[in-house]
């Protein structure tokens, strides 16, 4: 049986009975730090949503030069532009959270002592530096 | 006129109420006080039914875990002058847990939880005395010692809201104490434990929320430690496919030399 | 509670690598791509590729490997995230089975699309 110690006591005719507040579901808006957590959970809606706009850009790349530039067309929106700027900064939220709470499930050791955190994250973002570079220099370069 | 601060603590008596409620004491703001001055204030001088838990007064012993102004701290080591002068100090029991009288909550869950993590050397083999005592180098006591500071205040419990959404949630404190057994040289009862602990109410069940982490009043890092046995246990998942047949835990270094 | 006798360590370790891999894929590979398809082009701060440029970049096969394993691992990713806030979230737990394959089937279902699509590109 899965019965807690605190469930069993609460029922016993002479125990006293215990206060247990019930958990809101607003709970994530009581505090900051619950809410920060919360909006980076919510940052993987706009890594879907990044997902979701290549799948059509790839649609849209296979139909031919005029679908393409239609869809470029369409990303010129304002409406378009507002909900890409805003998953760009959802997006930008996740790899800094991701790199700088990484190294917390890989301690790293080094003649004995534990290496700093940051020197631990640096290499990721060193790594993130350059293949943004080069992914940047391959769509830009005209060939 | 000296200096005064007005506590708001949380009342409860079970034989008379249904629920919670605040009840103000106005106390005398001494700069080297703490919140827990206060109270012994309080249950000296005003209220003497005033109930809530502490021993040491120094930060050890983990007893005097409470919410102040909605921060699980610890009392004896939470300032009444960092509150500033007059200003209004909210007290009540530590969040998550039943509430048994006033500040008192009820712990016996978590210690049934702590038990089920093992948290002791568990040896296969036990060498005969006349081999001397387990040696570990200041490297080996350094890979866990971190985790080996948690005095059970369960300000991370209060804190996680995993904890308090789920009350079969094995906690931080809990798997911090079960890696700190887990990387000490001495132990081989890794694979023990993590069949017990890689489960949704165990490892699983964290979303590395951090704040276990950040209201831990001895720098334990619950949370990187359940990071950590995230991994492991990740690995060695893998492994159990490499290896279908009974892998054994290769992680202990012999303790003896 | 916590069964005494389970021996075989839990499959959520493999959901959980799966998240683990998606969240570095996400955090290095989508920032660029999403300011410069996104920001940069459309609104003109840079000079956008030409459709033939793109094509000749989409028809390599080491780029159609990128680009899938950057559809498919932050899908999973987001699949685990977003299964977690909605127990946690909004206390659906008792819906278990039906977020899970809402969740994962979803990001099954973007996987399999993002295959198809890149191999009739």
Known sequence: ?143 | MADKIVLQIARYAPERDQAPSFQSFEVPLRKEWVVLDALNYIKDKVDGTLTYRWSCRMGICGSCGMMVNGEPKLTCATFLSSYGNNAKVRVEPLRYFPVVRDLVTALSDFLVKLQKVKPWLIRKDQPPLSEGEFLQTPEQLDLYKQFSMCINCMLCYAACPVAGLDQEFVGPAALALAQRYNLDNRDQGSAERLAMLAHPDGIWGCTFVGECTRVCPKHVDPAGAIQQYKLRAALDWVKSFILPRGHEDTHQEAAHD | MIEQSTTKPSNEAFFWLLFSAGGVVAAILIPIQLFLFGLAFPLGWLPQPSYEHLMTLVRSPLVRLYLFVMCALPLFHCAHRFRFTLYDGLQVKHLNEVIFAFCYGGALLGTVLAGYLLWRI
């Open chain 1, 1 to 143: 049986m899965t019965e807690t110690i605190t469930d069993q006591a609460a029922r016993t005719e002479f125990h006293p009975r215990w206060y247990r507040e019930r958990v809101s579901t607003w709970w994530w808006l009581g505090e900051w730090h619950y809410l920060k957590f919360i909006l980076r959970e919510l940052s993987s809606i706009s890594v879907a949503w990044f997902v979701g706009l290549t799948l059509f850009q790839l649609r849209a790349l296979s139909h031919g030069p005029e679908t393409y530039a239609r869809f470029t067309d369409r990303l010129q929106s304002p409406v378009m532009l507002a909900l890409n700027a805003i998953a760009f900064c959802f997006v930008l939220f996740h790899a800094i959270t991701w790199f700088n709470l990484a190294p917390r499930a890989m301690p790293v050791r080094m003649g004995g002592k534990r290496v700093p955190e940051f020197l631990v994250a640096a290499p990721n973002y060193a790594l993130w530096i350059v293949v943004s570079a080069f992914v940047g220099w391959l769509l830009l370069r005209t060939p």
